[in-house]
């Protein structure tokens, strides 16, 4: 049971980047299953590193995108990352302390990101590039 499905209130509107947000969700779900299903220490920390790598290489990807197609709200959108990762980084080192096993704040702020950073945020250089009107 996931915990978080994919819908169309994520969808963005430019699709290398929909793809990958879609990439993330599975990992977090990948998480939440195996935590569901018992799974702890290794498996999780895994997991949970994966999960880190795949932000780390979204965030390049979309701040290159967001340079490519001059958004000028780069600078700070390329902060909101940094600060996510950091916050990531905090609750893997956690996970890895308490020998890999995920908190249910870990998965609120993975949920709670994935959905308001989306859709609030990443929305923004979306519509610029497409000069949709939002
Ligand atoms: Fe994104
Ligand atoms: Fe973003």
């Known amino acids: 049971m ?3 499905n994919w819908d169309k209130s994520l969808d963005i509107g430019v699709k290398a980047m929909n793809d990958e947000h879609h990439g ?3 990992i977090m ?3 939440y299953d195996a935590q569901a299903a018992g799974k702890q220490g290794a498996v999780i920390n895994t ?5 880190g790598e795949a932000c780390t290489e979204h965030f390049a990807h979309e701040e290159a995108y967001m340079q490519r197609v ?3 709200g780069f ?3 390329k902060a909101l990352h940094a600060s996510l990762l950091s916050r990531y980084g905090a609750f893997a080192t956690q996970i890895r302390a308490v020998g890999g096993v995920a908190s249910d704040e870990f998965f609120q702020f993975l949920k709670f990101w994935l959905s308001s950073h989306i ?3 990443d929305t ?3 519509a610029h590039a497409t000069g949709a009107a939002r």
């Open 2 to 4: 996931p915990i978080m």
């Open 24 to 26: 993330l969700l599975d």
């Open 29 to 31: 779900n990948q998480i």
């Open 47 to 51: 997991l949970v590193t994966k999960l």
């Open 70 to 72: 001059g958004y000028p």
């Open 75 to 77: 600078s700070s959108h």
């Open 119 to 121: 859709k609030g945020i």
């Open 124 to 126: 923004k250089y979306a």
